[in-house]
Nanobody
Framework: QVQLVESGGGLVQAGGSLRLSCTAS????????KGWFRQLPGKEREFVAA????????YYEDSVKGRFTVSRDNAKNTVYLQMTSLKPEDTAVYYC???????????????????WGRGTQVTVSA
């Protein structure tokens, strides 16, 4: 069984930066696409960023383009989300997930993700 564990969340002022990490254990998921998502209480989990298994293709939700960068280190079984110029509206619980294809990560994450982490809280104060 695979476990994904997020870390790096916290409280930061608007305009600040955070780097989230998501490390997989149990078995390698280096051939899986990975994604970052966020969720507010009572709201749907929404797509933030995706990266293919090689790290060569990345995709972002429009509101984070130019501010967030997703990357991965397959040797460490870890995917990262570098977040800069943070805004209060970025406040949410951030989750990482893994799926067999990047299309699932981007378009069908509600039902077809293979693995999810438990999330890490990011709070951006005004």
């Amino acid at each position: 069984q695979v476990q994904l564990v997020e870390s790096g969340g916290g409280l930061v002022q608007a305009g600040g930066s955070l780097r989230l990490s998501c490390t997989a254990s149990g078995r390698t998921v280096s051939t899986y696409a990975k994604g970052w998502f966020r969720q507010l209480p009572g709201k749907e989990r929404e797509f933030v960023a995706a990266i293919d298994w090689s790290g060569n293709k990345t995709y972002y939700e429009d509101s984070v383009k130019g501010r967030f960068t997703v990357s991965r280190d397959n040797a460490k079984n870890t995917v990262y989300l570098q977040m800069t110029s943070l805004k209060p509206e970025d406040t949410a619980v951030y989750y990482c997930g893994a799926a067999r294809t990047i299309a699932i990560v981007m378009l069908d994450h509600r039902y077809r993700m293979d693995y999810w982490g438990r999330g890490t809280q990011v709070t951006v104060s005004a």
